[in-house]
């Protein structure tokens, strides 16, 4: 498993079951999209990655940055 990998794991570790389960979830239809619509996703997650920056002293939950 790379580095990489075990951040995604341990934020995904951090989650609690409900919000684990919704993640998985959409990971799963990531998968059935259609290249448009995973554009479009993926757009819309850096967009939200943009806004949800470190915007605070807190670390990110992931990696700790």
Known sequence: MTDKQKVV???????????RREVIMEAQNYQT???????FLDESLNRAKRIMGPTSGNNCPCCGR
């Open 33 to 39: 999209k259609t290249f448009s619509e995973r554009s």
């Open 9 to 19: 794991l341990k934020g995904l570790l951090d989650l609690t079951p409900e919000e």
